[in-house]
């Protein structure tokens, strides 16, 4: 497999890929240039300067994995990527002291007016007056946006002795105790905080979070921190505001628009700036670079990624749990799409007994994938479900108590105009996973390789002559199932071969006396 890295990385995250890839490092592409070249390559990695817009995922035939070197993702376009199966994973964690230190160095410097006092001194200027600050000491730190960074800041913070107030609608009360702040509303925010920092993600709902209205329910005199992106505190209202006096100062590391241009906050000295550097310590930058080549090469293992922002989050022990039920329901969402009839309409799956009190959304991910690559299509953990909406295949989860004597049952039923099969699988011990009823059928049959499916009648003398066919062709069978139903009427038979069989030789079997239908499916 080949990545791109078409923004700087550290040697070391580079190192990391090459002992499992190809690794071509070009940075500065054109958008016209990772256009062309993205076609050739199956993982991107990059950071905040390459653009990775919807075009770009378009062109890329062979991409399965972007992978961002930091937290901010505004730059990928998240959906596009989503709906071409495309996994999208960020370094969410390792830059995260840098970003907290950054972020306290500015609100330090802005309480003592250090970068302006510098300048004055080295330009020959002694003016200790003009540059008096203020202490951090039992003021009020307001801090929107309690993640890792929010949560490490507010820790340091409170050792300064400064009053901690938060808003974060994920948070806990129970969590904000064990860190010893208080949660509160916006409003409380901008009014009680005599500094506030923001850091949350740049999102249609957070674009433009603090402006022109929420500067003016701020007390006099509050300083205003930006070092999460760019856009989250609007730049006209900000410089408006400090200009005025409303706003005692503010400090900016993020921008709209990187570098800045025409930008107003250049223009006032109240106002600290600099060049996006939350991130830029050596540590971070191999925290970052490490992080993000190991989940690119772990999807190239095919394994989970831990930060994948495109689909479930899968911890190392729901795996272990999990693990046998998703390649169960797998392998049942590939036998009901090949038993069953076109025009499929509705997808259910039903779990019961111990499986229903787990972590079922991987399993239900595991069957669509399934289901919808025994069809043909391309589908993965990304997009499956969006997959089957776009055929138009109404979907279903439910959970229930009975599991028709097995400690725990999965039961997928695919219906449409022509009938509907259902398929019914458990998992016995840690890890066998079995198919135990199709339909009516009673059957115990192992969840993989290829079979031969045959609906016969329920007489004497018809598994031999299906036998005697499959021998006649050199078809070796490795195990065979038979299923009754409980009133009678046919049987099932599910033969193991080893390898798929002609389709002149299904319609062999289908002549044998008896035998109604001859089916190859392959798990």
């Keep these: 497999m080949k990545v791109l890295v078409s923004d700087p990385l550290s040697e070391e995250g580079v190192r990391k890929l090459e002992t499992e890839m190809e690794v071509d490092v070009i940075t500065n592409l054109s958008p016209e240039e990772l256009l062309e070249r993205i076609k050739d390559y199956d993982a991107l990695a990059i950071r905040s300067g ?53 972020t306290i160095a500015m609100i330090l410097s802005l309480a003592r007016n250090i970068p302006q006092a510098n300048g004055s001194l080295k330009a020959g200027e002694w003016n200790r ?27 340091r913070m409170k050792s300064f002795g400064m009053r901690i107030l938060a ?19 916006l409003e409380e925010i901008y009014r009680e905080s005599d500094f506030i920092t923001v850091h949350t993600p740049l999102t249609k709902e957070t674009r433009d979070l603090i ?32 200009a005025e006096g409303r706003v005692a100062g503010a400090a900016v590391d993020v921008f709209t628009k990187e570098p800045p241009t025409d930008n107003p906050l250049l223009e006032q000295a109240g106002i600290i700036v ?58 049942m969402g590939r036998l009901a799409a090949q038993l069953g009839e076109e025009g499929y309409e509705k997808l259910e ?9 787990k972590d079922i959304k991987p399993v239900t991910i595991s069957a669509v994938k399934g289901f919808l690559e025994a069809l043909g299509y391309s589908a993965n953990f990304v997009n499956s ?5 776009e055929c138009g295949i109404a979907f279903t989860e439910s959970r229930t108590e009975s599991t028709n004597g097995y400690s725990n049952l999965v039961t997928l039923t695919l219906s449409g105009p022509k009938g509907s099969v259902s398929v019914y699988g458990t998992v016995y011990g840690k890890s066998e996973g079995r198919i135990v009823q199709i339909n009516e059928y009673r059957v115990y049959v192992p969840t993989e390789g290829y079979m031969i499916m045959a609906t016969h009648e329920d007489r004497p003398n018809i598994i031999g002559p299906c036998c005697v066919v499959l021998g006649e062709d050199q078809i070796n069978i490795g195990g065979m199932h038979v ?23 299904l319609k062999r079997l289908a002549r044998v006396p008896g035998v109604s239908k001859a089916k190859m499916i392959i798990l």
């Design 50 to 102: 390459t653009k990775v817009t919807a075009e770009v995922i378009a062109a890329a035939d062979k991409l399965k994995v972007i992978g961002r070197a930091g937290v901010g993702v505004d730059n990928v376009d998240i959906d596009a990527a989503t709906k071409k199966g495309i996994i999208v994973v960020n370094t969410p964690g390792g830059n995260t002291i840098s970003a907290a230190e950054h």
């Design 129 to 155: 007056k003009k540059y008096t600050g203020v202490e951090l000491y039992n003021k009020t730190l307001g801090i929107v946006g309690l993640g890792r960074i929010g949560a490490e800041i507010a820790t």
């Design 167 to 185: 808003y974060d609608p994920f948070v806990t009360e129970e969590k904000a105790a064990d860190l010893g702040i208080r949660l509160g509303t």
């Design 211 to 242: 402006d022109e209205d929420e500067m003016n329910m701020m007390k006099p005199g509050v300083r205003l921190i930006n070092c999460a992106r760019g856009g989250i505190v609007n730049e006209e209202a900000l410089a408006r505001a400090v």
């Design 274 to 331: 600099t060049p996006h550097l939350g991130a830029s310590t050596a540590e971070a930058q191999v925290n970052v670079a490490v992080a993000v080549a190991e989940q690119i090469l772990a999807v190239a293992r095919g394994e989970m990624p831990p930060n994948a922002l495109n689909m479930p989050a899968i911890s190392a022990e729901t795996m272990a749990m999990m693990g046998p039920y998703m390649d169960l329901v797998e392998k």
């Design 349 to 357: 799956i039903v779990y019961g007994g111990t499986v229903a009190e």
């Design 385 to 389: 479900l969006m997959k089957l909406k």
């Design 483 to 505: 299923g009754r139903k409980p009133s009678g009427g046919e049987q099932i038979m599910v033969l193991n071969v080893d390898h798929p069989v002609s389709d002149e030789t």
